[in-house]
């Protein structure tokens, strides 16, 4: 049997899966010297395999190449070569492919906003970055907890407490769940800001919450106390940090995890509680 396009995409499908990029490469030139014109699907999943490997350069060439071949990159091919270019800080790349891909039917869902906001975050480029929640909401487009923890981040850049404090707030009103990212990137920006009350208070809500308190965040806590000279809200914070690990043991305790006698698993209500028999 001859192979088809079919047959090579699935190929090079099977070669993305497993992050061999170089064999899907050599894959997309075998079918061009077979007179097998690549398609969008095959460029979509060499781009994906690019990303995944952080050769960005290569799925920027791989793009120019579908552009060459008059062919329409999909959701897909936009979304890894804009990921790649995240990956790489290349974030002007990532926002003139965002930007290209506004002039296209597809719709720029919420990974694509992702990952060209964090391009923007982690070169510094923090004024462009605060943009993506913006339009995203002009978009109608749901953000999640990676969006927010992206723009609290990037707070961070110019001491920015204050907008942190709103986004975490947002959060709430967004119904998201804040993790220790979420507050860890606030706690530094008020550190960074000698804002040792709200940073107090920001530990105690992680407590209320019952977000884990890590070192990042008991560190960035404690510094601001440090320079403060105030050893009584440092005090205050351990004994925090205590009464969140208690009810932090309590709270999985009442969710332990019982095995049955036939193997069965049920969780119980609390630790006193027993599996029952089958």
Not at 6 to 12: E, G, Q
Not at 79 to 96: P, R, V
Not at 216 to 223: F, K, R
């Amino acid at each position: 049997l001859e192979p088809t396009a079919i047959s090579y995409n699935a190929a090079i499908s099977a070669c993305e899966k497993r992050g061999q990029w170089q064999k899907t490469l050599s894959l997309l030139a075998t079918m061009v010297e077979v007179s097998i014109p690549p398609d969008t699907i095959s460029f979509s999943a060499a781009i994906s395999v690019c990303e995944k490997c952080l050769e960005w350069e290569m799925a920027l060439n791989l793009v120019k190449a579908m552009a060459k071949a008059t062919l329409h990159m999909d959701q897909i091919s936009y979304g890894a070569a804009i990921s790649a270019c995240e990956k790489a800080g290349e974030w002007d790349q990532a926002l003139q492919l965002f930007r290209s891909m506004a002039k296209t039917h597809l719709r720029r869902d919420v990974v694509v906003h992702n990952a060209a906001a964090a391009s923007c975050q982690k070169t510094g480029k923090w004024q462009i970055a605060f943009g993506f929640l913006d339009a995203m909401a002009q978009d109608s487009i749901q953000t999640d907890f990676i969006s927010f923890n992206s723009a609290i981040s990037t707070c961070e850049f110019h001491a920015e407490w204050r907008k942190a404090v709103i986004l975490l707030d947002d959060m709430s009103q967004a119904m998201l769940r804040k993790d220790t990212v979420s507050f860890n990137a606030a706690l530094t920006t008020c550190e960074q800001a000698g804002e040792w009350q709200m940073a107090l208070a920001l530990i105690s809500s992680m407590g209320e919450e019952l977000v884990q308190i890590d070192t990042s965040s008991s560190c960035a806590a404690l510094d601001v106390c440090e320079l403060r000279g105030d050893c009584g809200a440092a005090l205050t914070l351990l004994a925090g940090m205590a009464v969140q690990m208690q009810a932090t043991c309590k709270s999985q305790r009442r969710q332990k995890i019982c095995c049955t006698s036939s193997g069965r698993i049920s969780i119980s209500s609390n630790s006193n509680s027993s599996s029952s028999n089958s």
